[in-house]
């Protein structure tokens, strides 16, 4: 859904995690801004530590096999 994708764009435009650069009548260029690259970041290590967590609870349940 091409128009979710653009609504979601603005929404994250709107919350400071992305910025539009285009200039008038251009299309739309959207970069991160400082806070997106912290957003994400956090979301990297968010996502490691839930990967470590798992991989730890397989290797349990694997010794109880």
Do not use: F
């Not at 091409?2 to 709107?14: A, F, H, Q, W």
């Not at 251009?26 to 400082?34: F, G, I, P």
Request: one cysteine or more; proline letters at 2%; a negative charge.
């Amino acid at each position: 859904d091409p128009t979710g994708v653009y609504r979601y764009l603005r929404d994250m435009e709107e919350k400071g995690i992305l910025a539009n650069e285009a200039a008038d009548g251009e299309d739309s260029r959207y970069v991160l801004t400082e806070h997106g690259r912290w957003c994400l970041q956090n979301w990297k290590h968010t996502l490691r530590t839930y990967i470590q967590s798992l991989e730890e609870l397989s290797a349990q349940l694997e010794e109880t096999e």
